[in-house]
């Protein structure tokens, strides 16, 4: 792996009506790597995401992309910082008026400057990709929730990006859709695909990631590997709170 961060988040703060949410948050992303952010609701996880794009501006922190740092205050820079920040949000995010083929092919013309042609090629590519040629002509209300999860995943792949910022992915799923969209991550993180992610799906999150950052009342209280702070006799914060979700999930199945 190489030692050059793709990503690095430096002491990012935000706060809401003057309570704090992100308290200083720092991180670093490599090449190939999957981080994957847990905790409790509240904890400042999809904060801390959409503070890293920008899609709600930090208070204060930097942000680093290869080296180079984001200045928000420069619009040219901060839309090539997106083009190359891929982001997918819990809701899909989806425009209801077009075809899963255009919902990908659109931002391929209006961003990259793509030909029609082109953008159609491309947007097939990435729907192929997702397992969703078929559906291309689908409107968002004929998809399922995990269609649409992979319309906005194969979206963001046609941007070409450096990262991948995934928020809770699957949280707005039934069940029996999850599968579906945790095969597609699965499929970006064998391919070296940079992300971080914050999920609840602790056990297919562990198989996968490289670290666990467990994020409460805004602050990374401990990281680590998923084997070391989910080994058997642990006292991880992390150990604790999947033990928590798996009750949840049994109670939940009765």
Do not use: W
Not at 13 to 27: D, E, M, R, Y
Not at 65 to 86: D, I, M, T
Not at 137 to 153: D, I
Not at 225 to 242: I, N, V, Y
């Amino acid at each position: 792996m190489s030692d050059f961060a793709v990503l690095r988040v430096e002491h990012i703060t935000k706060a809401f009506g003057g309570q704090p949410i992100l308290k200083g948050v720092s991180l670093e992303l490599f090449p190939g790597n999957l981080k994957v952010l847990i905790g409790p609701s509240g904890g400042g996880k999809s904060t801390l995401l959409q503070c890293i794009n920008h899609l709600i501006p930090p208070d204060s922190g930097q942000v680093y992309l290869e080296g180079e740092r984001l200045n928000p205050a420069s619009k040219q820079n901060l839309r090539s910082f997106r083009r190359q920040v891929g982001m997918i949000f819990q809701d899909f995010n989806l425009f209801e008026h077009l075809s899963a083929l255009d919902n990908v092919r659109v931002a391929l013309g209006l961003v990259r400057g793509f030909s029609k042609a082109q953008a159609t090629e491309r947007a097939m590519a990435e729907l192929t990709r997702v397992g969703l040629q078929s559906r291309a002509g689908h409107y968002p209300a004929q998809l399922s929730g995990g269609q649409k999860q992979r319309v906005s995943v194969a979206r963001a792949l046609a941007m070409d990006p450096k990262v991948m910022l995934l928020d809770e992915p699957t949280s707005a799923l039934d069940p029996e859709l999850i599968g579906e969209v945790l095969a597609v991550i699965r499929d970006l993180a064998t391919l070296g695909m940079p992300m971080i992610m914050a999920t609840h799906q602790i056990g297919f999150a562990a198989s996968l990631a490289d670290e666990f950052l467990f994020m409460d009342h805004g602050v990374i209280v401990e990281h680590g590997s998923p084997a070391d702070l989910l080994a058997k006799g642990s006292e991880s914060r992390t150990r604790a709170f999947s033990a928590k979700i798996s009750e949840l999930t049994c109670e939940m199945g009765e």
